[in-house]
């Protein structure tokens, strides 16, 4: 199917292959619409993948652990001892009423009924006490059961339709919605043509909009009925991502990731269940740590951008995806704006402004953004020179300085200076900003002065190879502004990291800084926002980490990964595992990384089993004389041994753990979701 999704017709000629439809990979079996829209999704624990899950019962699960011999000997001799118990105990019981007079009685009818009743009493107690011994309800789960249901199913013969047939026909239909409320003729179309996932899911949101007003539901059934699975499409037209690899369940917006383990450090309810991650999950931010090459990329961040992506085409959320050039978050086809500073055939380019309403508030952002971690205690008057220039030209000419337009006016020049005070005069606004330009004229000269610095910062962003990048005069490439974070868009963001490093960590910061500051201020929160950072490293300052937790009530969630948190100012680090909800470990982590993780993980109390070898004395003369006789020929001292179990308190994971004895392709993951449930650390297997 072509990428825009604008023919869904299947042709057959003999040069060319079936275009596969929706969610169908070439090779692969059509894709069940109606079986994937009502399978079965019971409620679980955040971090579960509910598609195909099945609740663990504790018991069950204990009972699992015995072998096959064991529980059926255990089982048959728990059999025996039972009938002997049941034949001598209704015995018992008869003689017992015969002694007191109750048998034999006048009525044969009373007779017959005391016996029948002791029989049932004493074969409940029987099967009470011996089932329980002998796991006989186990037995019956593990071998009876499916025997039985196989049986069953082979000689049962086919039903007549009937009442309870219709029923389960109709609970199998995927558009019974839209039939009961009328619009049929939109079933009748989406029924005769293959629908996918992503097709559902937004055809679903869209008929669940119209139903809050009944005027739209016409609206809705003449789109269905004219455009049919392809209705209310992305902007871009495109019904699925080319090269799509993980499993996705797009109702409850899950991505699976791999398995959990079935290990006892793990919480019963997520052993050997999948692992997935959704914006339930994501809204509280996650941070990754883990060394180069353990598939933080490859198994974290590409996954998470393309459940994003999907979600995004959905009509679900909107996604932001910042990394190297390089690196592999998915090809290009996957976004809608692609921005590559450097990149000459990039079509897009990045507003340095984040399209702010407030001068200052942009020009604050951009000042944290240009100055590297060591310079950040003079972040303060850099912001404030900045705000002296920005808000002066934004009021002069309507709109924000470019580059070469504000690294001028920082610089001093006198020709910028005076062309904006020629505007201002213009535009009847020198007078509100005359102070501004005065005082950033007497700091000009001095040796401390922050506009040299931010001036000479802006050097490394005017180069060629970002030529028309940053324009602001409508001259160069249409910018990109964070302030659509309200439509589904796909946004993948390539950093310059090999040809210009320094600018690649400024850019970062800013696209970074630019999406938590308008994820919070969004008026429309209904699409979940989604920023996925391959390398956070340079992304991450006091006011991000500080804006990381106002996403949470927004709507909005971050996905960061760092390769060491050494890579972070010291004072940011405690603060930034504060402000995120989820923490994942990969193998390799350095002791120092570790410790922050156990130490937010805490402890749990674990039974603990001492057990302390004592010198035998007990006894008497011939006691003794053995015991001096046993040492005599083996040279071993007789000793009583005492066990004693308590509750301590123990680390969950210890630092050393984390640092080497995570296998490779396994994460340690604790999980918090937005409604406050949280999941305790995770073992996961990432390679499935």
Request: aromatic share 6%; proline share 7%; hydrophobic share 45%.
């Amino acid at each position: 199917m072509a990428q825009d999704g604008s023919h869904h017709h299947v042709e057959h000629t003999t040069t060319r292959p079936p275009t596969p439809v929706p969610h169908q990979r070439p090779g692969t079996p059509a894709f069940d619409l109606a079986a994937w829209a009502t399978a079965p999704r019971p409620e679980a624990g955040p971090g579960v993948y509910r598609l195909g899950y099945r609740r663990i019962d504790p018991e069950r699960a204990e009972a699992a652990q015995v072998p096959t011999w064991p529980l059926l000997l255990r089982a048959a001799l728990n059999v025996v001892v039972g009938w002997l118990a049941f034949v001598y105990g209704v015995e018992f019981a008869t003689d017992g009423t015969t002694l007191i007079g109750v048998l034999p009685s006048r009525s044969a009818f009373v007779a017959t009924s005391v016996v029948l009743t002791l029989n049932v009493l004493v074969l409940g107690v029987v099967i009470k006490v011996f089932g329980r011994m002998g796991r006989w309800l186990e037995v019956w789960r593990r071998y009876a059961a499916p025997l039985l249901s196989r049986t069953v199913t082979q000689e049962e013969p086919a039903e007549e339709a009937g009442p309870a047939a219709m029923e389960a026909a109709r609970r199998l239909d995927p558009w019974d919605g839209l039939r009961r409320g009328g619009a049929v003729e939109a079933a009748v179309r989406l029924d005769a043509e293959p629908v996918g996932d992503v097709d559902y899911v937004r055809i679903q949101r869209a008929w669940e909009s119209a139903q809050a007003d009944p005027v739209f539901v016409p609206a809705f059934a003449e789109q269905v009925a004219t455009r049919g699975a392809a209705a209310f499409a992305h902007p871009s037209e495109a019904r699925e991502l080319p090269g799509r690899a993980r499993r996705h369940d797009l109702l409850l917006g899950q991505v699976c990731l791999g398995v959990a383990q079935d290990v006892p450090k793990n919480p019963l309810s997520h052993r050997a269940a999948d692992f997935a991650l959704d914006p339930a999950v994501l809204g509280t931010s996650l941070l990754a740590v883990g060394p180069a090459g353990t598939g933080k990329t490859a198994r974290l961040a590409r996954p998470v951008a393309e459940a994003l992506c999907l979600q995004a085409l959905a009509g679900t959320a909107c996604a932001v995806v910042v990394g190297a050039a390089d690196a592999d978050l998915g090809p290009d086809a996957w976004y809608d704006v692609v921005i590559a500073p450097g990149d000459p055939a990039s079509v897009y380019g990045l507003d340095l402004y984040g399209a702010a309403q407030d001068p200052d508030e942009a020009a604050a952002r951009l000042a944290d953004a240009l100055l590297p971690d060591e310079l950040t205690a003079r972040a303060e008057n850099a912001r404030t020179a900045l705000q002296q220039v920005v808000g002066p030209f934004h009021a002069a000419f309507g709109r924000y300085p470019g580059v070469r337009e504000l690294r001028a006016l920082l610089g001093g020049e006198p020709d910028a200076l005076a062309a904006l005070v020629k505007a201002l005069g213009v535009a009847g606004r020198l007078a509100a900003y005359e102070r501004d330009l005065e005082y950033r004229e007497r700091q000009r000269d001095r040796a401390d002065d922050p506009g040299a610095l931010l001036a000479d910062r802006l050097g490394l962003l005017e180069r060629p190879a970002f030529e028309g990048v940053f324009a602001t005069d409508g001259t160069g490439r249409p910018p990109f502004a964070m302030r659509v974070l309200d439509h589904p868009l796909r946004v993948r963001v390539k950093l310059p990291e090999r040809s210009h490093p320094e600018a690649a960590r400024m850019l970062s910061r800013l696209v970074v800084g630019q999406f938590v500051q308008a994820a919070g201020a969004r008026e429309d929160r209904s699409l979940f926002a989604g920023l996925v950072v391959d390398d956070a490293s340079a992304a991450l300052d006091a006011n991000t980490v500080r804006g990381l937790q106002r996403m949470r009530g927004a709507n909005a969630g971050a996905v960061l990964l760092l390769r060491t948190l050494v890579e972070l100012p010291e004072a940011l680090r405690a603060p930034l595992f504060g402000a995120v909800g989820c923490r994942m470990a990969f193998p390799g982590i350095a002791p120092w990384d570790g410790r922050l993780f156990s130490e937010a993980w805490g402890t749990h109390l674990v039974q603990e089993t001492a057990v302390t070898h004592t010198p035998d004395t007990s006894g008497g003369v011939m006691r003794r004389a053995g015991r001096i006789g046993r040492k005599a020929l083996s040279g071993t001292t007789a000793q009583t041994e005492s066990v004693t179990t308590r509750d301590v308190e123990r680390l969950r994971w210890s630092p050393s753990d984390l640092a080497h004895a995570l296998p490779a392709g396994h994460a340690v993951v604790s999980l918090t979701a937005v409604s406050g449930e949280q999941v305790p650390p995770l073992l996961v297997d990432l390679r499935g």
